[in-house]
């Protein structure tokens, strides 16, 4: 199955209360039996950052054609010819239908996508629709492309020394929390000024994550969380199996993005363990907690117990998906 989605950080990790969390839920999960960490995981990078043209342009006319939200203010002016205006209408009439989601949902796209990452440069598109390769040679040459790899060069210069800092503490969690192993490294990361309809998203069978350099809630510490986030979407097969089948025991729909809330709550504070108290996680940041993540104290009661090592994934998963459905019952009442 093709899973993917949108999205829409201690040096010393003995005594960290998310890692204490991590001997505990590898007796509930017989899939992990076998660790990458045996294989030294370490000597390969976590991550495979690129800066590419190809990638830049491409996302950039899909998001012109289809987006919903305002460029992000650092974003560069789109080119006032007609050359730029008939690419724009190619990419509506192409990949509108899809709309913005579409570069994580449509095979075509992703196709198209993987295709245009691995191009150099200097190289033309050749494994694209004629018409469709015209268009992107034609607004190459409008693009300063120079700027645009400079931002993104700075976006993954202020990123590596952080998963340098702390992505093998995150890993190792990550993998223990969902009981799931990490992906083949390193992940393929894109780094685009535009990166979907949201800040960043996650495609698999291979994963590949494409994120923002122009987002500022994707910038400097918040990227850190936000390359963990994506790459969670790679583990969390397991626990949304967990959550379905504890909602049907119940006779229920699995609540409504539970399975991201517990993505996004437990990168989230994973990062703030990591950075420090200062740091506000991302769905705190834009108001996701109460909003569209639902609301945040049944993971704080249910989940984080799991995360602090006192209960198990199942036990968890049974008590969260409880409170969770309680919570969404009690709200029916009052609507
Ligand atoms: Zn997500």
Redesign the pocket.
């Known amino acids: 199955m093709r899973w993917l ?4 950080a201690c040096a010393a990790c003995s005594s960290h209360p998310l890692r204490a969390a991590t001997s505990e839920p590898a007796s509930a999960s017989p899939g992990r039996a076998s660790s990458a960490s045996a294989e030294a995981p370490a000597a390969r990078p976590i991550f495979g950052f690129h800066s590419g043209r190809w990638t830049q342009l491409h996302h950039w006319l899909h998001y012109a054609a289809t987006a919903r939200r305002p460029a992000p203010k650092v974003a560069p002016e789109p080119p006032d010819t007609p050359a730029w205006d008939a690419a724009v209408d190619f990419y509506r009439a192409e990949f509108g239908p899809k709309g913005g989601f579409g570069v994580i949902f449509d095979e075509g796209l992703i196709d198209t996508h993987r295709s245009l990452s691995h191009l150099a440069a200097g190289e033309r598109p050749t494994d694209l629709a004629p018409e469709h390769a015209q268009h992107l040679v034609a607004t190459a040459a409008l693009v300063d492309w120079a700027a645009e790899d400079a931002r993104n060069q700075s976006f993954i210069a202020s990123l590596e020394p952080l998963v340098a800092a702390h992505g093998e503490p995150f890993v190792s969690t990550l993998e223990d929390v969902y009981a799931t192993d990490w992906p083949p490294r390193p992940i393929r990361v894109d780094v685009s000024c535009f990166a979907g309809p949201v800040g ?1 998203y ?1 495609v698999g069978d291979p994963v590949h994550i494409t994120i923002s350099s122009c987002d500022p809630d994707y910038g400097r510490e918040g990227a850190l969380e936000m390359i963990f ?2 790459a ?2 790679a583990l969390s097969d397991r626990l949304e199996a967990k959550i379905s089948a504890a909602a049907r025991r119940r006779g229920q729909e699995p609540p409504r993005n539970l399975w ?1 809330a517990v ?2 709550y437990t990168t989230g504070e994973l990062a703030r363990e990591r950075l420090g108290s200062h740091y506000r996680p991302y769905a705190e940041r834009r108001g996701l907690w109460g909003g569209a993540m639902g609301p945040r104290k049944p993971l704080a009661t249910e989940w984080q117990p799991y995360l602090d090592g006192e209960r198990d994934l199942d036990e968890a998963v049974e008590a969260l998906v409880a409170r969770a459905l309680a919570v969404d019952a009690a709200q029916r009442e009052t609507d």
Not at 5 to 8: A, E, H, Q, T, Y
């Open positions: 989605f949108l999205l829409f960043a996650t986030h994506e969670s979407h991201h993505i996004f």
